[in-house]
Each structure stands twice: as C-alpha cells, then as structure tokens.
C-alpha cells in the first residue's frame, strides 16, 4: 500500500511539473519567430511611425492642404524650396501648396487605398478559395473555371471600366481594386484548403453535424490565416503602387486631396526645376514600400508551415 | 500529351467566348461615346456616324455584327484613329511591344534567377540582404519615377541615348525601356526564385546528393535547380503575357508607340473596338501561355503526367 501512495504522489508531482511546460501554440511560436527577425520588426516600428506621422503631422503645420501661398507662387524654384522659417518644411508645389502637409494627407489616402483594397480582396479571396477547395466536385471546377475567365482579362481593363462606371470617388476606387485582385488569394487558399480538408478535425466536425457553411468558417479560414496574413502584407504594397498608377494616369484622387502617386507623377513633371517636389512623396512611398515587403517576408519566415 | 494540348485548345474557345461577351457588354454600357467632344457635332452629322458604325442600333445587334466581324479576323474600324482598323494598328504597335518585351522577358529571367540563386545560397548573409535589396528596388521604384530619371540620367546630363523613338528598334531606342520594364519582374522573379531555391536545399535528396560527395555546382544545377524553377515557371506564365503586351508608361515617356498607350486611350476615349481588340490579343496570350506553362510543368517535373 505505501508503495502505490508513493507512486501516487510521484505521479501528482510529476504531474504539476507537467502543468508547468506549456504547449506553444502555432501563433506563439510565430510571434517568438517573428520577434527574432530583425529586418521585420523594425520595417514595423518604421511603418507605425510614418503611419502616426501621416495621421499627426497635417496638424504640426501652419498650412492647409489645399491653402495657396501666393507669395511662394511667385517664384516656385526659389522662394517654394524647403524652408523651416515660413513653414514649407518640404517644400511647395507649382501651385504653391506646402508639399509637407500635402505629403501627409497624400499618405493617408495612400494607406488607406493599400490597407482597405487589401482587406476587400482578402476577404474575397479567402471566402472564395475555401468554399471552392472544401466543397469540391462541381462546384470547385465551375467555380475555378470562372476565376480563369476573370484572369483572362487584362487587368487595366477593369480599373478602366470600373472608373468610368463608378466616377472618382476614391472609396470606390480601393473597393473596385480590392474586388479585382483576389484571384491570387483565392487559388492560394484553395490549395491549403485542400490539404487541410481530409483532417481528422475536419472529419469530427462533420460527423457532429456542423453545416458546410460553419465548417468553412469555424475550422477553415482560422486554419488557413497564417498564409493570408502573409499575403495581406505584401498586396499592401501592390495596392498603393496600384493606385500610384492610377493617378498617373490621372484616373485617382480628386483635386485638391492628393495620394503619393499623384503627387510623384506631379514632381516627375518639375523634377528638373524643384527637385523637392518629387524627392519627398518618393522618399516616403519607397520607404514604405520597402518596410511593407521585409514585413511580409519576416511574416512568411514566421507563419509560413512548410518552414518547420 | 497529344490529348491534353488539344482538351486545352477546346476549353480555351468557351473561356474565350465569354471573354468577349462580357467585355464588349461592359465596355458598352460604361456612360459616354466614342464621339462626344467638347466641340458637339451637328446632330445630322453625329446621326450618320452613329448609323455608319452601328451605334444607332442596340447593343446586342452591334455584339452580333462584331462577333461577324471576328469570325472573319476582322477586329473592325477603330473609332478615334479614323482610316485605321484595328487589326492595321496592333500589326502596328505589337511588335514593338513585344521586341521591348522579349528584351525585357530575358533581362529579368536572367537576372532575376541569378539574384535568387545567390541570395538563397548564402541565406541570411549580407549578401542575402545586399542583392535581395537590389532586386527590391525593381519593386519600390514605380516604372513612372524610374522612367523619367533614366531619361535625365542617360539622355539630358550624359547625351548616351536618345530620349525617346523608336526607329525600327534599334539598340540604343531599345536599352532605357527594357530597363523600365524589366525592373519590376526582376524583383519578383527574384523573390519567388530565392524562396523555393531555400525549400529545395533543405530537402532530402540536396542531402543524399551532399553526402555523396557531389561537387556544390553540380547539386546546385543537376539537382536543386530543376524543382526550384516550378513557382518560377508558373510565374513567368502570365508575367510573359503582361511584358509583351506593353506598358503605358513606357509608350508615354519614350514615344515607342507600343500597345500601351492604345489600350489605355481607347479605354479612355471609348474607342470600343480598339479596348476590344487588346483585351481578345491578351486573353488569346494568357489562355495560351497558362498552357505552355502546364505543359513545362509536365516536362520539368516527371511527377506530373497528364
């Protein structure tokens, strides 16, 4: 008998050291990897910083975005250079605008074009790719048979139409760039849904007799969101280069609100005269560009499965 | 195989069809046409045009006259370029689009891969992040900034090139769009190159063939080389397509007078037949080159058999 207490308080103890070693979860493994990677973590310290700038700074200056110095108009290539004194930190543009603050809110519109476009096509996507993957059969082949149809089309051509139907309003904009560009997202959720759906854990859902549309929702998508994390990030990128593109063409923001792009293919214009004008919204939109995509790569690294 | 290529050529006439429904009713029913101006025209003279291009009619009726038209290879009259037809305008400025683009296609495949490669070799090294960082740069400098400061760098300070033109494609027109064309598919190729080049080292077989003893450029061109390419391939499928077909940007800065501009115009202008034209030329290139991609899969990898 004393035997088995002592087994049974060996056991008990064991058992509390037991408690002690936690299980790492797939997310907190990713985090502690994430932490370890150093490009990452400070592209995203620099993210958030212009971020906070972009929010912040168009209330440090004495100007408006859309406020004409007209005293710098009379001389753009010399009185519209960077000048703290008279408040143009970066500058002024042919119209004699303070760059800085048009900068600013340029960032902002461009942000937020990348980050909601980016939203709308992962969500999309995401749907997309898993209902086709876990239902399979029929439905699968039609549903992949009109995503290559959409592919088959250039994608200026949607933009073009899209802008022409829906006017210039720039939520429209990043609603009808995000609506295009899930296709990726949905073929590569497609694929993890197919590995992912003959799981045991699938298998059990199913057998208790939870319906195809919670399966889907419940145990797919929070399986299959590493990757489209990691894809979020670098669409960001994409969508602001996207948009950049679409002022270029003149197609993007309306007078007097600006993005980067618009105002980079204003300063390319001048670039010669005031160098200023193109330097800055460029240094920036680089900058971001640059952190968005060691971001991403620090995340694939982090939560990418094929990595074990 | 034989079946497969020709299961690919049957699927490819329905996607294709579709293709050209929905665009032309899309085209059509964005607002605007073709001839409104800022100058109006008589309303006798606009009635005739309309009547002389079918605008007059409903659209279903103008859709079945097109698909007439195509039927016989003919894309129709372009409606901004008077005296032209479509088909005289892409024999025009496809080619140009597509010598830019072939250029530009093995600049980036080979610089591109060679930058993978060595970065994925020396994982985490600087020179990792020196050529990764490189190739990046494709990524973050957007064609319309690098565009015009290849222009003032290699035509106004240094007076090497000529700023623009095209003149029959020869050398000099050709180094500074190939440049802004190829810089973005570099990075990408890079990218995608560097990632499957490090899952393939990792695996199995690059170990068995290291414990053999094999020399490290023969792991590295016999074994590894050939599965890191499959991402890479199916990349180059659609990224082929949207290299050749030409860029606006270029067309805009260096007056090539490629495909670009013609289709970003004539989406502008409503030009319906021009927009029409390019997207069946595009959708044509995709269909086909998803299939030559699929079709390198099945040589590349002995896995695959269709």
Redesign the interface.
């Known amino acids: 008998m004393i035997t088995t207490k002592d087994k049974v308080q060996a056991v008990e103890q064991f058992a509390e050291k037991v408690v002690e070693v936690e299980g790492r979860s797939l997310w907190q493994d990713a985090r502690r990897r994430f932490f370890s990677n150093h ?1 990452a973590v400070t592209s995203l310290i620099i993210l958030a910083i212009i971020a906070a700038i972009a929010l912040i700074g168009p209330f440090l200056s004495q100007w408006n975005y859309d406020d004409i110095d007209w005293e710098a108009l009379s001389d753009i290539s010399v009185l519209g250079r960077p000048n703290i004194e008279n408040g143009h930190y970066f500058g002024t543009d042919t119209l004699g605008r303070d760059i800085f603050v048009r900068t600013m809110q340029g960032g902002q519109i461009s942000l937020l074009v990348g980050i909601m476009g980016s939203f709308v096509a992962i969500i999309i996507g995401t749907l997309y790719g898993a209902t086709s993957g876990y239902i399979g059969g029929r439905v699968d082949s039609v549903m992949m ?1 009109f995503l ?2 959409l ?4 994608f ?2 949607f933009v ?2 899209l802008m ?2 829906f006017g210039r309003h720039i939520f429209l904009i990043f609603v009808a760039i995000g609506a295009i560009s899930w296709l990726d997202m949905a073929r590569i959720v497609r694929g993890q849904t197919l590995s992912l759906k003959n799981k045991e854990y699938i298998e059990a859902a199913y057998a208790c007799g939870v319906s195809t549309p919670k399966i889907i929702l419940r145990h797919i998508v929070p399986n299959v969101l590493g990757i489209v994390v990691v894809y979020a990030t670098l669409l960001v ?1 994409n969508m602001i ?1 996207l948009e ?2 679409i002022s ?2 003149g197609l993007g923001v309306q007078e007097p609100m600006t993005s980067w ?1 618009a105002l ?2 204003e300063g ?1 214009q001048n ?2 005269i005031a160098i200023w004008q ?1 330097a800055w919204p ?1 240094g920036f ?2 900058v971001t ?2 952190c968005f ?1 060691f971001l991403g790569d620090g995340l ?1 690294d982090a939560l990418d499965p ?2 074990r | 195989m034989l079946t497969f290529i020709s299961k690919r050529i049957l699927e490819a006439i329905p ?2 069809l ?2 050209i429904t ?2 032309f009713f ?2 059509h ?4 046409s073709p001839f409104t101006s800022e100058r109006a025209l008589p309303p006798e003279v606009l009635a005739n045009i309309n009547a002389k291009y079918h605008l007059d009619e409903p659209v279903i009726n103008q859709y079945f006259y097109y698909l007439g038209g195509l039927l016989q290879g003919d894309l129709g009259p372009s409606f901004r370029y008077k005296d032209f037809t479509i088909n005289e305008l892409i024999a025009q400025s496809f080619p140009v689009s597509a010598e830019i683009g072939i250029w530009s296609f093995l600049v980036a495949l080979l610089i591109g891969v060679g930058c993978g490669i060595i970065a994925a070799l020396r994982q985490n090294s600087w020179l990792d ?1 020196s050529v990764m960082g490189f190739a ?1 740069l494709g ?4 064609n ?2 690098l565009a ?1 400061l290849c222009i ?1 760098f290699f035509s ?1 300070y240094n007076h090497w090139l000529p700023p623009g033109g095209w003149n029959g494609g020869a050398w000099p027109y050709l180094v500074m769009p190939v440049i802004a064309m190829s810089t973005s598919y570099i990075a990408q190729i890079a990218r995608i190159t560097r ?1 499957s080049m490090i ?1 393939t080292m990792h695996s199995n077989f690059i170990r068995t063939a290291r414990a053999k003893g094999l020399p490290k450029y023969r792991i590295i061109f016999q074994h590894a080389l050939r599965p890191a390419m499959l991402p890479v391939i199916s990349y180059l499928g ?1 990224a082929f397509v949207g290299i050749v ?1 030409g860029s ?2 270029v067309d805009v800065y260096f007056g090539t007078g490629g495909i670009g501009q013609h ?2 115009n004539g ?2 202008n409503r030009d319906y037949s021009m ?1 029409m034209g ?2 069946i030329l ?2 044509t290139l ?2 086909l080159f ?1 299939a030559i991609v699929d079709i390198l899969y099945a040589v590349i990898d002995p896995k695959i058999r269709y």
């Open positions: 490009a048979r290559e149809i592919n088959s089309f250039p200026m051509f073009i139409i022409t139907l990128p280069l950049s593109f270029f063409l792009g980079i293919s390319a670039m010669e193109l460029l939109l680089v560009l640059f995509n694939r094929k990595d | 996607t294709l579709i293709l929905v665009s899309l085209m029913s964005a607002p605007g992040y990046n990524i973050v400098l957007p319309f900034v015009p003032l106004i990632g899952e659609p077909t606006v940007i289709f970003i989406a502008l927009v390019v997207t595009v959708g995709t269909i998803n």
